[in-house]
Protein backbone atom coordinates (compact mmCIF):
# COMPACT_ATOMS: atom_id res chain seq x y z
CA UNK A 1 0.00 0.00 0.00
CA UNK A 2 1.59 3.67 -0.70
CA UNK A 3 1.64 5.94 1.90
CA UNK A 4 3.33 9.46 2.42
CA UNK A 5 4.59 10.98 5.45
CA UNK A 6 5.08 14.81 5.98
CA UNK A 7 8.38 15.22 8.86
CA UNK A 8 6.57 18.42 9.91
CA UNK A 9 3.67 18.97 11.50
CA UNK A 10 4.44 22.75 11.15
CA UNK A 11 7.23 25.09 9.87
CA UNK A 12 6.98 28.73 10.52
CA UNK A 13 9.16 31.29 8.22
CA UNK A 14 9.41 34.52 7.85
CA UNK A 15 8.32 36.31 4.79
CA UNK A 16 10.53 36.87 2.17
CA UNK A 17 12.27 33.70 3.61
CA UNK A 18 12.61 30.25 1.61
CA UNK A 19 10.10 27.62 2.37
CA UNK A 20 10.37 24.25 2.34
CA UNK A 21 7.79 21.56 3.50
CA UNK A 22 9.17 17.55 3.41
CA UNK A 23 7.51 14.48 2.16
CA UNK A 24 8.72 11.04 1.88
CA UNK A 25 6.14 8.76 0.04
CA UNK A 26 6.31 4.92 0.23
CA UNK A 27 4.75 3.01 -2.63
CA UNK A 28 5.26 -0.74 -4.71
CA UNK A 29 5.22 1.17 -8.06
CA UNK A 30 5.86 4.49 -9.60
CA UNK A 31 3.78 6.64 -7.75
CA UNK A 32 1.95 9.73 -8.76
CA UNK A 33 2.87 12.88 -5.99
CA UNK A 34 0.37 15.76 -5.24
CA UNK A 35 0.68 18.62 -3.43
CA UNK A 36 -2.58 20.16 -1.64
CA UNK A 37 -2.99 23.55 -0.01
CA UNK A 38 -6.18 23.87 2.08
CA UNK A 39 -6.72 27.89 3.65
CA UNK A 40 -8.46 28.07 6.71
CA UNK A 41 -12.47 27.19 6.29
CA UNK A 42 -11.87 26.89 2.51
CA UNK A 43 -11.40 23.43 0.08
CA UNK A 44 -8.69 21.57 -0.94
CA UNK A 45 -6.94 23.36 -3.92
CA UNK A 46 -4.41 21.40 -6.20
CA UNK A 47 -0.43 22.99 -6.23
CA UNK A 48 1.19 20.62 -8.44
CA UNK A 49 1.82 17.12 -9.67
CA UNK A 50 4.28 14.73 -10.27
CA UNK A 51 3.45 11.92 -12.35
CA UNK A 52 6.32 10.16 -13.90
CA UNK A 53 7.36 13.37 -16.28
CA UNK A 54 10.13 15.76 -15.38
CA UNK A 55 11.10 15.03 -12.10
CA UNK A 56 10.99 18.79 -11.20
CA UNK A 57 7.57 19.83 -11.22
CA UNK A 58 6.39 23.97 -10.98
CA UNK A 59 2.63 24.74 -9.45
CA UNK A 60 0.91 27.40 -8.80
CA UNK A 61 2.17 30.75 -6.99
CA UNK A 62 5.66 30.10 -7.41
CA UNK A 63 5.57 26.32 -5.49
CA UNK A 64 8.24 23.95 -7.11
CA UNK A 65 9.11 20.64 -5.80
CA UNK A 66 11.29 17.62 -6.64
CA UNK A 67 10.48 14.03 -7.14
CA UNK A 68 14.18 11.83 -6.12
CA UNK A 69 13.21 8.14 -6.33
CA UNK A 70 16.90 7.39 -4.82
CA UNK A 71 15.42 9.28 -1.64
CA UNK A 72 11.87 8.64 -1.91
CA UNK A 73 11.16 12.32 -1.23
CA UNK A 74 9.13 15.10 -2.57
CA UNK A 75 9.92 18.08 -0.77
CA UNK A 76 8.06 21.22 -1.71
CA UNK A 77 9.96 24.51 -1.67
CA UNK A 78 9.01 28.12 -2.81
CA UNK A 79 12.17 31.29 -2.70
CA UNK A 80 10.45 33.49 -1.13
CA UNK A 81 7.34 33.56 1.48
CA UNK A 82 4.46 35.67 1.02
CA UNK A 83 1.92 36.28 3.98
CA UNK A 84 -0.91 34.83 1.89
CA UNK A 85 1.11 31.20 1.86
CA UNK A 86 -0.52 30.87 5.12
CA UNK A 87 -2.06 27.53 5.06
CA UNK A 88 -1.74 23.89 5.63
CA UNK A 89 -0.68 21.71 3.19
CA UNK A 90 -1.05 18.09 2.13
CA UNK A 91 1.37 15.58 0.68
CA UNK A 92 -0.66 13.00 -0.96
CA UNK A 93 -0.18 9.59 -3.54
CA UNK A 94 -2.39 8.11 -5.68
CA UNK A 95 -1.86 4.83 -8.11
CA UNK A 96 -1.82 2.79 -9.50
CA UNK A 97 -4.18 3.63 -12.62
CA UNK A 98 -7.95 2.85 -12.30
CA UNK A 99 -9.85 3.81 -9.56
CA UNK A 100 -7.23 4.33 -7.83
CA UNK A 101 -7.84 7.24 -4.53
CA UNK A 102 -5.64 9.44 -3.14
CA UNK A 103 -3.99 8.95 0.04
CA UNK A 104 -3.06 12.24 2.04
CA UNK A 105 -0.10 12.58 4.19
CA UNK A 106 -0.54 13.98 7.59
CA UNK A 107 -0.49 18.18 6.76
CA UNK A 108 2.21 20.64 7.59
CA UNK A 109 0.77 23.99 8.99
CA UNK A 110 3.03 26.66 7.27
CA UNK A 111 3.02 29.81 9.24
CA UNK A 112 4.21 33.26 8.15
CA UNK A 113 5.24 36.17 10.22
CA UNK A 114 6.12 39.52 8.67
CA UNK B 1 -13.46 26.76 -15.12
CA UNK B 2 -16.08 23.83 -14.05
CA UNK B 3 -16.58 23.38 -9.76
CA UNK B 4 -17.46 20.60 -7.68
CA UNK B 5 -20.11 22.42 -5.34
CA UNK B 6 -21.54 21.19 -1.90
CA UNK B 7 -24.35 21.55 -0.03
CA UNK B 8 -25.03 22.72 2.78
CA UNK B 9 -21.71 24.00 3.47
CA UNK B 10 -22.80 23.66 7.51
CA UNK B 11 -24.83 21.08 8.82
CA UNK B 12 -25.50 20.61 12.64
CA UNK B 13 -27.70 17.66 13.71
CA UNK B 14 -28.58 15.89 16.57
CA UNK B 15 -26.83 12.33 17.47
CA UNK B 16 -29.36 9.60 16.14
CA UNK B 17 -30.43 11.43 13.12
CA UNK B 18 -29.95 11.00 9.41
CA UNK B 19 -27.76 13.57 7.42
CA UNK B 20 -27.69 13.90 3.63
CA UNK B 21 -24.81 15.41 2.34
CA UNK B 22 -25.04 16.36 -1.65
CA UNK B 23 -22.52 17.11 -4.05
CA UNK B 24 -22.51 18.23 -7.77
CA UNK B 25 -19.41 16.70 -9.41
CA UNK B 26 -17.85 18.09 -12.68
CA UNK B 27 -20.28 17.07 -15.73
CA UNK B 28 -18.21 14.94 -17.58
CA UNK B 29 -16.72 12.98 -14.80
CA UNK B 30 -16.67 9.68 -14.23
CA UNK B 31 -15.48 8.79 -10.40
CA UNK B 32 -16.32 9.92 -7.27
CA UNK B 33 -15.07 10.49 -3.94
CA UNK B 34 -15.87 11.24 -0.37
CA UNK B 35 -13.45 12.24 2.28
CA UNK B 36 -13.66 13.12 5.89
CA UNK B 37 -10.99 15.46 7.80
CA UNK B 38 -11.73 15.36 11.69
CA UNK B 39 -10.98 18.38 13.13
CA UNK B 40 -7.09 18.50 13.80
CA UNK B 41 -6.46 15.48 11.82
CA UNK B 42 -5.92 14.31 8.48
CA UNK B 43 -7.80 13.90 4.97
CA UNK B 44 -9.29 10.28 5.11
CA UNK B 45 -10.84 8.31 2.27
CA UNK B 46 -13.97 7.05 2.57
CA UNK B 47 -15.36 5.96 -0.29
CA UNK B 48 -14.93 5.94 -4.41
CA UNK B 49 -17.78 5.33 -6.84
CA UNK B 50 -18.02 4.63 -10.45
CA UNK B 51 -20.81 3.02 -12.81
CA UNK B 52 -23.08 3.60 -10.32
CA UNK B 53 -21.44 1.38 -7.52
CA UNK B 54 -19.44 1.75 -4.80
CA UNK B 55 -15.59 0.57 -6.12
CA UNK B 56 -13.91 0.98 -3.10
CA UNK B 57 -14.73 1.70 0.89
CA UNK B 58 -12.70 2.44 3.96
CA UNK B 59 -13.30 0.64 7.18
CA UNK B 60 -14.44 3.80 8.15
CA UNK B 61 -17.24 3.75 5.64
CA UNK B 62 -19.16 1.02 7.75
CA UNK B 63 -23.11 0.50 7.24
CA UNK B 64 -24.19 3.35 8.53
CA UNK B 65 -22.78 5.21 5.85
CA UNK B 66 -24.54 4.97 1.91
CA UNK B 67 -24.04 6.77 -1.59
CA UNK B 68 -26.35 7.48 -4.08
CA UNK B 69 -26.19 8.98 -7.84
CA UNK B 70 -29.79 9.76 -8.10
CA UNK B 71 -29.51 11.55 -10.80
CA UNK B 72 -27.11 12.50 -13.93
CA UNK B 73 -25.94 15.39 -11.54
CA UNK B 74 -26.25 14.76 -7.57
CA UNK B 75 -23.82 12.54 -5.80
CA UNK B 76 -25.08 12.02 -2.21
CA UNK B 77 -23.64 10.84 1.03
CA UNK B 78 -26.06 9.84 3.64
CA UNK B 79 -24.72 9.36 7.20
CA UNK B 80 -28.13 7.16 8.98
CA UNK B 81 -28.04 7.16 12.56
CA UNK B 82 -24.99 10.31 13.57
CA UNK B 83 -22.36 9.91 16.28
CA UNK B 84 -20.65 12.80 18.27
CA UNK B 85 -17.19 11.26 16.14
CA UNK B 86 -18.86 11.39 12.61
CA UNK B 87 -18.45 15.42 13.40
CA UNK B 88 -16.00 16.35 10.42
CA UNK B 89 -15.43 18.37 7.35
CA UNK B 90 -16.29 15.61 4.59
CA UNK B 91 -15.05 16.78 0.73
CA UNK B 92 -16.64 15.83 -2.66
CA UNK B 93 -14.18 14.78 -5.29
CA UNK B 94 -14.68 13.87 -8.87
CA UNK B 95 -12.71 13.43 -11.88
CA UNK B 96 -12.55 12.13 -15.56
CA UNK B 97 -9.85 9.43 -16.80
CA UNK B 98 -6.61 11.68 -15.56
CA UNK B 99 -5.35 11.57 -11.98
CA UNK B 100 -6.67 15.07 -11.80
CA UNK B 101 -9.37 14.92 -8.64
CA UNK B 102 -11.38 18.31 -8.13
CA UNK B 103 -12.74 18.66 -4.48
CA UNK B 104 -15.58 20.74 -3.33
CA UNK B 105 -15.21 23.18 -0.83
CA UNK B 106 -16.82 20.58 2.00
CA UNK B 107 -19.35 20.76 4.37
CA UNK B 108 -18.94 21.00 8.00
CA UNK B 109 -21.02 18.36 9.83
CA UNK B 110 -21.28 19.02 13.83
CA UNK B 111 -23.13 16.48 15.73
CA UNK B 112 -24.42 17.78 18.84
Known amino acids: AQSVTQLDSHVSVSEGTPVLLRCNYS??????LFWYVQHPNKGLQLLLKYTSAATLVKGINGFEAEFKKSETSFHLTKPSAHMSDAAEYFCVVSGPTGFQKLVFGTGTRLLVSP | EPEVTQTPSHQVTQMGQEVILRCVPI?????FYWYRQILGQKVEFLVSFYNNEISEKSEIFDDQFSVERPDGSNFTLKIRSTKLEDSAMYFC??????????FGNGTRLTVT
Open chain 2, 93 to 102: ASRGDTEFFH
Open chain 2, 27 to 31: SNHLY
Open chain 1, 27 to 32: SSYSPS
